[in-house]
């Protein structure tokens, strides 16, 4: 597929349309690969990816939800939320914790964005191999270290849920880049 075709038809692609097929190891260590080639700006690669499969994926299900349960006030709690959120991780053959360990020399933001081109490039890879994808940032991702050890000085910025899929994919929606350009020539 030509590369304007991936961009452009990529699409989030929720769990609950993934089926029980496992993505081979083969594939994900390719797409890990393809995320490691983003740019980064003095070269600090601070990406980080915890890959979390089999019955590790329940154990981060469970977490989740009770996160959700504990640090949600209960008038704002709904235990529909609640199940879904449990859900989310046992439907999916996959989900990359999205860590990074950003560089004290450099603004984070910068290794904030070196670590969004590499989920960009895993989620190109993704497209182009049929697997459904999407980046969740839920606010438990601030306590992914009670789940998973992470090492001094990384922190959790989202979660990647990846499977195979049925079923149709939305039709991508965009505004006219001519909307959103300035032409400065003097």
Not at 42 to 49: H, L
Not at 91 to 109: F, G, H, T, Y
Not at 155 to 161: Q, T, V
Request: charge should be neutral; glycine fraction near 4%.
């Amino acid at each position: 597929m030509q590369i304007d075709q991936i961009i452009r038809n990529r699409r989030a692609i929720f769990p609950a349309q993934y089926i029980d097929k496992e993505i081979s190891k083969e594939d994900l260590m390719e797409i890990l690969e393809n995320a490691n080639w983003a740019p980064t700006h003095k070269k600090t690669q601070p990406w980080r990816f915890k890959i979390i499969q089999g019955e590790a994926l329940a154990r981060l299900g469970d977490f989740l939800a009770e996160w959700y349960k504990n640090n949600t006030p209960p008038e704002k709690y709904k235990e529909i939320k609640y199940n879904k959120t449990k859900k989310k991780a046992r439907q999916s053959a996959c989900v990359i914790a999205i860590c990074m360990k950003p560089d004290p020399a450099l603004p984070e933001w910068e290794e904030v964005a070196a670590t969004a081109c590499a989920v960009q490039n895993m989620w190109l890879s993704c497209s182009e191999r049929d697997i459904g994808c999407y980046w969740s940032s839920p606010k438990s991702i601030h306590d992914f270290d009670k789940f998973h050890h992470l090492e001094e000085g990384e922190k959790c910025i989202g979660f990647f849920y990846m499977g195979y899929y049925e079923g149709e994919i939305p039709k991508g929606e965009r505004t006219s880049i001519n909307e959103k350009l300035a032409w400065i020539k003097e």
